[in-house]
């Protein structure tokens, strides 16, 4: 007999001899994988002046939440993040993160707070119903206070000269044309009081007034509530994102659990399912942690010229903090076969 010969004889008993055996061999399926946060937060720039705050649930990739804060265009938007997260790298539930501050809604505030400031004197002079002393003392007031404006607007005038030379600072100026609004919201009040003093109190104009300060008061609630809905503050307990993209503000994960994305391969979808136990392997060392599959998407995406679908797996890592992003090695474990197909699927690459 040949060498030949020989060999394809002792194929064929072997092949045969692993028909006829009584055993199995155990198998496995290797997945990779991916660890992520339990959920995170992120608070994003979009189109049209808009900026995008999301809850995520990475177990079930669904949003929990979003929020759209939109501003007019053209208003001047900034985002502040609160001085403490600098010397941290995690925040609580309801911490202050940051503000967003609208220029336009600050001015208006400001408008509408010297507005009632002016009305509310005015209420007061028409109950007051002052005499001609008190008118003489209101006209002083009155003057004395348009001199200030006059003033401190010749003041400004020359910083503002200065200011385009490069001679003063614009902190400066943007102080003058602070103190200016001051002086003449005090000179508006003085100027309301001796109106009030010189027509004398009536129940008609004192009713008017009144009606002018409610709706004044509902008005400035209405812009305060705005102001507080601006004040963002952590949805979840996490640690803070150091890394951002161009559009990325801020980014919280929720540490205290973790998932892993599993890619698997749609002639897999007889093998993973749902409720499967599985092991992760982390890189760089022995350490094995358990899982379970929670969910697959239906989704086929194309990785690598295979076609894939998503799957998540929570993890039990209670006693490890993991970083998301971290590249992981995944094993399911299947069901056992005879050692022909197990030697079926060693030929066929599976």
């Not at 003489?136 to 000269?161: F, P, S």
């Not at 992003?325 to 299947?334: E, I, Q, S």
Request: proline share 4%; with cysteine.
């Amino acid at each position: 007999m040949t060498k030949l010969g020989l060999g394809l004889a002792l194929l064929l008993l072997l092949v045969v001899g692993m028909a006829l055996a009584p055993f199995e061999i155990p198998c496995t399926r290797g997945l990779p994988g991916r660890i992520a946060p339990l959920r995170e937060w992120s608070l994003s720039g979009a189109a049209d002046d808009r900026l995008v705050a999301a809850l995520r649930d990475n177990r079930t990739g669904r949003v929990q939440s979003l929020t759209v804060h939109t501003f007019s265009r053209g208003d001047h938007l900034n985002f502040s993040l609160h001085p403490a997260l600098n010397l941290r790298n995690s925040v609580s539930m309801g911490d202050t993160v940051g503000w967003l501050i609208s220029a336009e809604l600050g001015e208006r505030l400001e408008e509408l707070r010297a507005e009632l400031a002016s009305t509310e004197a005015l209420l007061q002079a028409e109950r007051a119903a002052r005499k001609a002393p008190i008118v003489d003392q209101v006209r002083q007031q009155l003057a004395h206070a348009e001199t200030r404006v006059e003033q401190q607007q010749q003041r400004y005038e020359r910083r503002q000269k200065l200011f385009a030379t490069g001679m003063v600072p614009a902190e400066e100026l943007e102080e003058e044309e602070n103190l200016l609004s001051l002086y003449s919201i005090q000179a508006e009040i003085a100027r309301a009081e001796l109106q009030g003093a010189l027509s004398g109190a009536s129940a008609e104009n004192v009713e008017r007034v009144q009606v002018d300060i409610d709706g004044l008061h509902r008005r400035l609630d209405l812009l305060e509530e705005r102001l507080r809905v601006q004040t963002l503050t952590a949805p979840l307990a996490g640690s803070l994102s150091s890394f951002f993209s161009a559009d990325t503000l801020l980014v919280i994960r929720d540490t205290t659990a973790y998932v892993a994305r599993l890619a698997v391969a749609w002639r897999e979808r007889e093998e993973i399912f749902p409720g499967q136990q599985l092991e992760l392997h982390l890189p760089g060392g022995d350490r094995v942690l358990n899982g379970t599959v929670e969910l697959l998407d239906d989704q086929l995406y194309a990785l690598n010229g295979k076609q894939m679908r998503i799957g998540v797996a929570t993890v039990e890592a209670e006693d490890v903090r993991l970083t998301p992003g971290l590249a992981v090695r995944c094993t399911v474990a299947l069901p056992p076969v005879s050692p022909v197909e197990y030697l079926r699927r060693f030929l066929a690459g599976n």
